[in-house]
Each structure stands twice: as structure tokens, then as C-alpha cells.
């Protein structure tokens, strides 16, 4: 038996709908511009190059629920609702017919983003990972079974910020459509068991700031929810609480 030096973390997770247990998160894929719409607002264009990936660690996944602390070092604190995909078989280089099959099931997530950090970096040619990849940025609502809810591919796709409807779209219109992302995310690598697919955002994305309250939903898939509360005072190690 293996000896760890002090106990290993459990696995991050996020909640199941209708259901006792949770599904363990493994990895996190993001994937870029995939709504017309947004890609324009982001000062690109929305041509059909092959869809392009980023990642968040596994434990950056929070509920529903969660009060989020504003994060630190940045001044533009950005949401992004989108559809997200829960991979529940181990995999390499899926045909896009059979894609579908290894999707476990689907649900709303809120890719929180430090977009000056992301736009300063994205100038720059550095990664992406300071502007998306913080403590607390992957919300997740809890997940919906494939083998009850099957494979939406359409529904209408929203967030609002205390009530204010923001985004309105509809799921029909990313560009890169489920089975195509699981395909080719998984030609660059073996996707397994538990690993999450964040499939991309709207338009209208925008600044929250603390007090907000943010909300959001995808047709057939439920609902999300997140307060903004003021950002957590500076600790170094070894300070009192
Ligand atoms: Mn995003």
C-alpha cells in the first residue's frame, strides 16, 4: 500500500441531480470562443477554425449556492454561463458518430473569469491560466444523467445579474456542437472517467462586482446560483486566522 507523507485530498466533486451521490471531478476543459456572437464581442472572428481548449484545475469546481468571494488581482471580475459536459468513459480519439456515448451527462456552469488578466495575457501571447484558472471559478449546478435526460441539442441559455437578464441564447448555436468537442479534445488526449467539459459562452458577458447575485439556467437542465461577496483579506501562512 502506498505510504502519502499527509492525507491526500479528496477528489473534487459536483452534485447530481436527484441523487445521494456526486460525480468526481478529474480534469476541467474549457473550450474558447464557441458562440458567434461572443467571439465577435471579444474583438474576433467567429470563423470556423478548429475549436481551441483551455483548462481549470479540478478543485476550482464550487455549487450552486456557493457565496463566492470576489478574487484577488484583478479589477474586471467577469461571468460566462455555459453548457457543461460530465465524460463518464475512459477514451482516445472518438469517432464523432459514437461521441455521444461516452458523455455521462450534461450540466449549467458559470467559467468565472479575471478578464483583464486574460485579455493581458491573451496581448501577450502568455496562457490564459491567471485570467481563468483561480480558486472558485467553475460553479456547477448539479448534474443531469444522460441515460435520463438524453443529449440536448438545443434550449434556450441564460444568466442574469440581480434579475437583469445579460445572456440569452440558445444552445443550438455554438459553434462546435458536443459530439465535434468531445472528438477532438479527445484526439489530443485520452479523456477519462470524470473529466468536465466547459462548452464555451454567449454572448454578453459582463463585470460583477460584491452583492451581485448571479443567476442563470439552460432549458431541460436546471438552474445555477452564485452571490459575490467582498473579497477575502490578505492571510500570509502562519498569521491567525
Ligand atoms: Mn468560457
Not at 484545475?57 to 453548457?83: C, K, M, N, Q, R
Not at 480558486?135 to 434550449?155: E, F, K, M, N, W
Request: a negative charge; glycine letters at 10%; proline letters at 8%.
Amino acid at each position: 500500500m502506498t505510504m502519502f507523507e499527509f492525507d491526500p485530498p479528496l477528489p473534487a466533486s459536483v452534485a447530481i441531480h436527484d441523487s445521494e451521490s456526486r460525480f468526481p471531478v478529474r480534469r476541467i476543459f474549457c473550450v474558447g470562443r464557441n458562440y458567434a456572437a461572443h467571439a465577435r464581442e471579444m474583438g474576433k472572428d467567429p470563423d470556423r477554425e478548429p475549436p481551441f481548449f483551455f483548462t481549470k484545475p479540478a478543485d476550482a469546481v464550487v455549487d450552486s449556492g456557493s457565496s463566492i468571494p470576489y478574487p484577488p488581482e484583478t479589477e474586471d471580475f467577469h461571468y460566462e454561463i455555459e453548457l457543461v459536459v460530465a465524460i463518464g468513459q475512459d477514451c482516445f480519439d472518438v469517432a464523432l458518430d459514437r461521441a455521444l456515448d461516452v458523455v455521462w451527462g450534461y450540466g449549467v456552469g458559470i467559467d468565472l473569469t479575471r478578464r483583464d488578466l486574460q485579455l493581458a495575457a491573451r496581448d501577450k501571447g502568455r496562457p490564459w491560466d491567471w485570467g481563468k484558472s483561480f480558486d472558485q471559478s467553475a460553479p456547477i449546478a448539479p448534474l443531469h444523467r444522460a441515460t435520463v435526460l438524453g443529449h440536448p441539442a438545443t434550449g434556450r441559455i441564460w444568466l442574469a445579474v440581480n434579475g437583469d437578464v445579460r445572456q440569452d441564447a440558445n444552445i443550438a448555436d455554438l459553434i462546435w456542437g458536443v459530439p465535434e468537442i468531445v472528438s477532438i479534445l479527445s484526439r489530443s488526449m485520452a479523456l477519462k472517467r470524470g473529466d468536465i467539459i466547459m462548452t464555451g459562452t454567449p454572448a454578453g458577458v459582463g463585470a460583477i462586482v460584491p452583492g451581485d447575485k448571479v443567476t442563470g439556467g439552460i432549458e431541460g437542465l436546471g438552474q445555477i446560483a452564485i452571490d459575490i461577496t467582498p473579497a477575502v483579506a490578505s492571510r500570509r501562512a502562519g498569521e491567525a486566522a
